[in-house]
């Protein structure tokens, strides 16, 4: 008899609980390939998303040999809760006065809650002094990097503490299910051939395998069904539950116990819980197209190391945005690696994306929103070493932009309440698609604030590049490039740059002593009055002219007084070469372009120009 080589989860949730059981389910199939397959089996395991269910591929059948002579294994380690935690815990309860066993006594080699956070804190206190003691030496500070990355904890931590809180309430049920699988090893080929018989197919009757499971298993203890705790299933748990929407069901689902171990295998290899903010927690789960599990837990684990706790918005385009960095840099130091070939597509087509679940803490954590946060659908064709490499300095610049935006301000107030909050909206929804309207959106609005942050002598919001939106546009909408190679857009929008953001960061250098004042006026709000006259071609080559203008006069006054002339004039033929665009495009689409480019740093500029 064998086993395979496809087998498949049902994607009955449309959650990350779909995509938790199917890593864990690979995991499990890895565990029989090593332990009981021997040395030469394969141990290339292809996870593929199929529609309506995940399969989880092999290059071979598992013999039933192989399963029957399988040693024990575990893919999960149950959780020691500190005594502080446990008494905090205690204190929200009203005493017992049969207090449950404890579920993991006589299993090996138990998470320490306790030494782990204790160690936490001696890496925090150290990385910190490290980073005091840098003094811009660059021999040095790539011995402190050195030191620094020693001293990050692993991906698994941020689980831990995601298991250990209490106000998650979901570590009783976890040990639990983790100490019976130790428990149930008498029965653990039996354990193996049930997870085996459950993913046989995407029509099992799961009630029927999980009876034939609790028949020769029911004892010692064992239990058939575990609450579904709302941690491995964001619609379960407390809430409404009914089937039919005429009532309100107060309690929690039970599941097939086997079912939620897979789903808990699967958290520690495929999910990142961070926090959002002060109190919110957010988990984000990875859901592949169709990727190797070798791949992706060299590419999860440093995707995890790079995403740090933020604001809600912010860190859901930053997720998307460090993935892709991890696939890109991956694929191109592993150029004959025939586990991931992106075969002249995207990243977007190897991994769709990321499930995004927010828990909101009230008296406890409970599931405020689930979303969804994909890939980049602006990458375009990945043909070339050289395209991979233009990739990974769009990605770079994107992130650095992203991260520069100010979420919280010198109070700690988030900022994500105010109009920083659609900025970030704007660009999640572009980064997850190829809404371009989304991401003129945001460079409108993004213009206005970096405006407004240089005004306050607040340098650190940065510009997008020319060179890189050259890049992402032309790479992906060809139709663009007949406008940005234009030599009077290119015109126009220097003469923006030299009008706006230019004099602006001179000016706020100056007022920090780093500097001379800029030489022109700034002109304040221009994006916003070029995107306010856009609807109408009339207006918008009406204000085009204004401004080309107003700005020719002022070089002539200038060079009137001063030795040197800095800008150049716009020509009259560069007006022409824009009314031909604007014929040819409409006025939205060449606004748009003109203000992304107008606010945007030019790499070749002289510094004082």
């Known amino acids: 008899m064998t086993y395979g080589p496809i087998f498949y989860v049902n994607k009955t949730t449309g959650t990350f609980a779909d995509t938790l059981a199917t890593y864990g389910l690979a995991k499990v199939l890895e565990g029989i390939i090593i332990n009981g397959g021997g040395l030469h089996a394969s141990r290339k395991i292809i ?4 529609g309506p269910y995940y399969s989880v591929e092999l290059e071979q059948p598992l013999s039933d040999e192989w399963v029957e002579q399988c040693s024990f294994f575990a893919l999960a380690r149950p959780i020691k809760m500190s005594e502080k935690k446990k008494d905090d815990k205690k204190a929200q309860k009203k005493p017992s006065k049969n207090p449950p066993k404890n579920a993991i006594e006589g299993i090996p080699e138990p998470w320490d809650y306790d030494a782990e956070w204790k160690r936490f804190t001696q890496a925090r206190d150290a990385s910190q002094a490290l980073r005091q003691s840098s003094q811009g030496n660059k021999a040095a500070d790539t011995d402190i990097q050195a030191a620094l990355a020693d001293l990050r904890m692993p991906p698994e931590f941020s689980v831990l503490t995601l298991l250990g809180d209490f106000k998650m309430a979901a570590l009783p049920g976890y040990n639990n299910m983790i100490a019976q699988w130790y428990r149930t090893q008498q029965h653990f080929v039996l354990n193996l051939k049930t997870i085996l018989a459950m993913c046989a197919s995407p029509s099992v009757n799961l009630e029927d395998i999980a009876g034939a499971w609790w028949n020769s298993a029911s004892h010692d203890g064992n239990k058939r069904d575990v609450t579904a705790s709302q941690l491995f299933n964001p619609t379960q748990g407390k809430g409404q539950n009914s089937t039919k929407a005429n009532a309100l069901v107060m309690g929690n689902e039970s599941s097939f116990w086997l079912l939620e171990y897979l789903k808990a295998v699967g958290l520690w290899i495929c999910a990142v819980p961070r926090k959002a903010g002060k109190d919110d927690r957010k988990t984000y789960a990875l859901a ?19 995403l740090w706790n933020d604001t809600a918005a912010k860190m859901d385009c930053k997720a998307a945005l460090l993935y892709t960095q991890a696939l890109l840099e991956y694929s191109e130091a592993n150029q004959q690696d025939d586990e991931l070939d992106f075969e ?33 659908h ?5 043909r070339t070493r050289a395209r991979a490499e233009e990739l990974k300095e769009i990605v770079e610049e994107h992130l650095q932009v992203i991260q520069s935006i100010r979420t919280v301000d010198e109070k700690g107030h988030d900022l994500e309440r105010s109009e920083v909050y659609t900025l970030l909206t704007d ?8 809404q371009w309207d989304q991401f003129f959106s945001f460079a409108v609005g993004y213009s206005q604030y970096l405006m407004s ?17 050259r890049r992402l546009l032309m790479g992906n909408e060809p139709r663009f490039s007949e406008i940005v190679e234009n030599e009077g857009f290119r015109a ?6 030299n009008s706006t953001v230019n004099p602006q960061y001179q000016m706020a250098r100056a007022k920090q002593g780093k500097g001379d004042k ?5 002109r304040y709000g221009l994006g916003q009055e070029l995107k306010r006259k856009a609807a109408y071609k009339q207006e918008f080559i009406t204000a085009v002219s204004d401004f080309i203008q107003a700005y020719n006069q002022e070089n002539a006054q200038k060079a009137e007084t001063q030795e040197k002339q800095y800008r150049k004039n716009v020509r009259t033929s560069d007006i022409e070469d824009i009314v031909r665009l604007v014929d040819t495009f409409g006025p939205e689409v060449v606004c748009n372009l003109l203000v992304a480019f107008g606010y945007a740093r030019d790499p070749k500029a002289q510094p004082d120009e």
């Open 47 to 50: 996870i593929h998303d199929r």
């Open 288 to 306: 592949p197209i169709r990727l190797s599990l070798g791949v992706h837990q060299v590419v999860f684990k440093k995707f995890a190391d790079r």
């Open 344 to 376: 002249g597509y995207g990243p977007e087509n190897i991994v769709a994306g990321l499930y995004v679940t927010t828990y909101k803490l009230l008296k406890n954590y409970v599931v405020l929103n689930m979303a969804f946060v994909g890939l980049p």
């Open 378 to 382: 602006w990458t375009g064709e990945v």
């Open 427 to 434: 660009y999640r929804n572009f980064v997850s698609s190829t």
């Open 453 to 469: 942050e240089w005004n306050q002598q607040n340098l650190r919001p940065i510009q997008f590049t020319t060179k890189n939106l």
């Open 492 to 497: 126009i929008a220097d003469a923006i740059r």
């Open 518 to 522: 800029p030489l022109y006026e700034v």
